[in-house]
């Protein structure tokens, strides 16, 4: 019978002795082959494969191996509960927003995702429609931003969340500065029976990533910035829709298309459009004022919340 012939097959054994360099990769292949789970195995047999591939493919010296794993200890050194530089170094490497634009489909007309960055906090103040993030009188342009939120198919979404963050018009969120209050620029509306928000804020401005760690050192030697282009964070979501946690830039931002974390997802353009005369549509904003008018699309899924990374 095929099974009992089957059995008496003794499988092929495994190599555990090297040769030579490329040896080696298929025993460590090897005495991973038995992972139970099968993502798991999956996903450590393709890391090795790569791994020694870019090891061979640029001749890592000895020397270079070793200032590798110290860079690598270094972000887990410069890592605490307030900053992650081992999630940094994700961000300036691409890999972040790679893997968030791979989970984050366009099909149907849905809005890209982003990052959802180190800044995002939980309990931002609840607004109602129309009402104004900015807690404080510092300078800056006022920003009216308004949109509407439907599903994929078009349906306007009653009652959708709208949290957004945002930095300030000198580049800090309130987090990082003394000098604002606790939660400025930070909101959680919900859009109207017509699926619309809309909210007051200030004009944000670009900003560097931290600079004082490892990364820092990797991008100065790489002759890169550290910018950000000027953006404003948001979490769009509604019973029955996938959570979209997203980010929409200024048309005009400096650093638009160098952003240091690769995340500007062309469709994430928004227009700024400044305006020096007239009032506001609503708001009762005197002139020199900016609008922004940005709609989301959600597609049908599972609503979910992104943990803080930060208290
Ligand atoms: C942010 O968008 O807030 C952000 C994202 C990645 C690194 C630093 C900041
Ligand atoms: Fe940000």
Same mark, same amino acid.
């Given at each position: 019978m095929e099974t009992s012939i089957a059995r008496q097959v003794s499988p092929a054994p495994r190599p555990t002795l090297i040769d030579d360099e490329h040896s080696v990769t298929g025993i460590v292949q090897a005495a991973m082959a038995d992972t139970a789970d099968p993502r798991l195995r999956q996903v450590m047999d393709a890391l090795v494969r790569h791994l020694h591939g870019f090891v061979r493919e640029v001749r890592l010296t000895d020397e270079e191996f070793e200032f590798a794993m110290g860079w690598l200890a270094? %972000?887990?050194?410069? @890592?605490?509960?307030?900053?992650?530089?081992?999630?940094l170094a994700a961000d300036v490497l691409g890999l972040s927003t790679l893997v968030t634009v791979m989970n984050n489909s366009t099909r149907d007309g849905r809005t890209p995702g982003a990052l959802l960055g180190p800044f995002y906090r939980a309990n931002a103040p609840r607004y109602a429609c129309g009402d104004c993030v900015v807690q404080d009188d510092a300078p800056g342009l006022p920003l009216l931003v308004s949109g509407t939120v439907r599903g994929t198919d078009g349906t306007p979404l009653a009652?959708?969340?709208?949290?957004?963050?945002?930095?300030?018009?000198? *580049?800090?969120?309130?987090?990082?500065?003394?000098?604002?209050?606790?939660?400025?620029?930070?909101?959680? !509306?919900? @859009?109207?029976?017509?699926?619309? &928000?809309? !909210?007051?804020?200030?004009?944000?401005? *670009?900003?560097?990533?931290? @600079?004082? *760690?490892p990364v820092g050192a990797l991008l100065a030697a790489q002759q890169r910035h550290? &910018?950000?282009?000027?953006?404003?964070?948001?979490?769009?979501?509604?019973?029955? &829709?996938?959570?979209?946690? @997203?980010?929409?830039?200024?048309?005009?931002?400096?650093?638009?298309?160098?952003?240091?974390?690769?995340?500007?997802?062309?469709?994430?353009?928004?227009?700024?459009?400044?305006?020096?005369?007239?009032?506001?549509?609503?708001?009762?904003?005197?002139?020199?004022? &900016?609008? %922004?008018? !940005?709609?989301?699309?959600?597609?049908?899924g599972q609503q979910t919340f992104p943990k803080p990374p930060i208290d």
């Open positions: 270094s %972000l887990g050194h410069a @890592t605490h509960a307030t900053h992650n530089e081992v999630v009652g959708a969340l709208v949290e957004v963050w945002q930095a300030s018009p000198v *580049g800090l969120y309130d987090n990082q500065d003394p000098t604002q209050p606790d939660r400025n620029l930070r909101g959680c !509306f919900h @859009t109207d029976a017509d699926g619309g &928000y809309r !909210f007051r804020t200030v004009r944000p401005a *670009g900003y560097p990533v931290p @600079t004082d *760690g550290p &910018y950000r282009p000027a953006h404003i964070h948001f979490i769009v979501a509604a019973p029955g &829709y996938r959570t979209l946690v @997203t980010q929409v830039f200024a048309d005009e931002a400096d650093k638009l298309a160098s952003d240091v974390t690769f995340g500007v997802h062309r469709q994430l353009v928004g227009t700024l459009q400044l305006h020096d005369q007239g009032r506001s549509p609503w708001g009762e904003v005197p002139a020199p004022f &900016y609008t %922004l008018d !940005f709609d989301f699309t959600l597609e049908p």
